[in-house]
């Protein structure tokens, strides 16, 4: 390591302790902070986060990168650390430290105000919230636009760098124009397919049981990780030897609670794998948003959704509960688990209408960027939308506009990559066959060979390189939507037999 580079240290190691608190607040609030605590944390945070910019911004760093920045003599790693600071260095930069400090604080109470809204099948009280978070992103992304660059192409690029509504506006357009009829068709054959008994009674102590081991057999490793509940899944991390994952679990739906794990066991997986080099710097973590979506994705739909996974474990499902499964052979359980059923609900969505809903929220989000909306319209937009993609209209606002949480976070800009995931993996998996009989690893109840060609070919390089880079890398070939669409075709030919 260089000597210039040794100095560095110090700093990664403040903006590590400060990253690492903030997510540990942030984990706590989504499982386990009492509700009234929100407005009091909300101040700890503000300073949290404050210090976290100030130690980013600092210009004895500031001077130290910009000599890092023309040193040949570093290593990959080290380069990609150094482009990494920059990149957070200089988009600060240009927010002003009061606006990032109010910032801060709004979205710690914006998630609580939010909630309270679902709860209460109430837009009206959150739309005044919404309407601060969205002008705080667009001053932001106006402070980082480069000449003429849209608004919504600078939040864009935050969470995946390299797409563009451009390229954004051809992936979906590709999709509407074969997942849409391949729905229609699907849906007139949906009454053939029974799935009745996954909407019995199945004990939560039961589920938890099964759900552990589901983590453990798909490779989750409790003495690197935990497991809690939380009203939204998710997965969060400290470093590769810290990784959390929640589930939630339903008394009547227990495939909610299974595919929960498994998705999010995805990420977690894509965590622990992240090289010991790379963790607790700025790139020990996944290379973007939709590069982890592509992880859990693959985890939960390809692999887990597919009969040669459930094989070896499906006798062990049925003995946790022989009175709901005892009569239901495999292969009418993974025609139930792959039913297709066009809904109001993201996240309990089906893998072929999953994209239509990202769809929807990524127009509604350009609408919301680039031309100025009228705010209090937002409710029947959406509806508007579900009705025309899905052919189902939300009866009130918590079935509808205000189901996820993302805009309260102000997260705009994040949703595509949950669709740009699923292509991701689909493109993945293609060349994953190539080199190693899927199938016949997912039969031999022992699935870590999978896990490791994730981890040899995606998961160790945390962010040293781009998600499309990666995918480059490691299939040969750039980004394109037609694996992920071929794919949907076959298997939704197949399990509906069309
Ligand atoms: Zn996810």
């Known amino acids: 390591m260089s000597e210039l580079f040794e100095q560095l240290k110090p700093h990664l190691d403040k903006i590590n302790a400060y990253s690492s608190a903030l997510t540990l607040f942030s984990w706590d609030s989504e499982t386990c902070a009492p509700k009234d605590s929100s407005e009091y944390t909300s101040r700890v945070v503000g300073e949290l986060s404050s210090e976290q910019f100030k130690a980013n911004t600092d210009p004895l760093l500031k001077e130290l990168l910009v000599k890092l920045k023309g040193d040949d003599s570093l290593s990959v790693n080290e380069k990609a650390i150094v482009r990494n600071l920059w990149k957070t260095l200089e988009d600060m930069e240009k927010i002003p430290p009061d606006e990032y400090r109010e910032y801060a604080e709004l979205q710690a109470v914006a998630a609580q105000i939010w909630q309270k809204a679902k709860r209460e099948d109430d837009y009206a009280s959150f739309s005044p919230t919404l309407e601060k978070i969205i002008s705080y992103n ?33 992936f979906f357009s590709r999709l509407k124009e074969e997942i849409v009829p391949l729905l229609k068709k699907v849906v007139e054959k949906n009454s053939e397919i029974d799935d009745s008994f996954l909407h019995q009674n199945y004990d939560i102590n039961k589920q938890k049981e099964f759900n552990r081991f589901l983590a453990e057999y798909i490779g989750f490793d409790f003495d690197r990780g935990v497991m809690a509940e939380s009203e939204h899944p998710f997965t969060t991390n400290l470093h590769n030897h810290d990784v959390r994952i929640t589930t ?46 592509s992880q859990s994705r693959f ?25 709901q499964l005892k009569e239901v052979p495999l292969e009418d359980f993974i025609k139930a688990i792959n039913k ?3 809904d109001l609900i993201r996240t309990e969505a089906d893998e072929l209408t999953y994209s239509l809903h990202i769809l929807i929220r990524y127009e509604l989000e350009k609408q919301i960027m680039e031309e100025d909306i009228d705010l209090s319209e937002l409710p029947k937009l959406w509806a508007d939308k579900y009705e025309e993609y899905l052919g189902v209209r939300p009866k009130n606002e918590t079935e509808g506009v205000l189901q996820d949480v993302h805009w309260a976070q102000g997260m705009f800009g994040y949703f595509p990559s949950y669709a740009l995931g699923n292509a991701f993996a689909a493109q993945i998996y293609e060349h994953m066959k190539k080199k190693l009989d899927v199938d016949a690893v997912l039969r031999s109840g022992d699935i870590s060979p ?48 069309l």
């Open 450 to 497: 999978i896990v490791k060609y994730l981890g040899e070919n995606i998961h160790r390089y945390g962010m040293v390189k781009k998600s499309r880079e990666l995918l480059k890398d490691t299939t040969g070939e750039d980004f394109t939507a037609e694996y992920y669409i071929q794919y949907l075709k076959d298997k939704f030919t197949r399990i509906y037999d």
């Open 138 to 170: 667009k001053k932001f992304a106006g402070y980082k636009a480069k000449d003429g660059q849209k608004l919504y192409d600078v939040l864009l690029d935050e969470y995946e760098e390299g797409f563009s509504v451009e390229l954004l506006d051809e």
């Open 248 to 293: 939630h679990y339903y008394e009547n739906m227990p495939e909610s609670a299974i595919f929960s794990t498994i998705h999010e066991g995805g990420h977690a997986l894509y965590e622990f794998g992240v090289a010991d080099e790379l963790t607790q710097t700025p790139v020990g973590t996944g290379a973007s948003m939709g590069m982890h979506e």
């Open 299 to 323: 985890m939960e739909n390809v692999i887990g959704r597919s009969e040669a996974f459930w094989e070896p474990i499906y006798e062990k499902l049925v003995s946790f509960f022989p009175k």
């Open 340 to 342: 297709v059923q066009p």
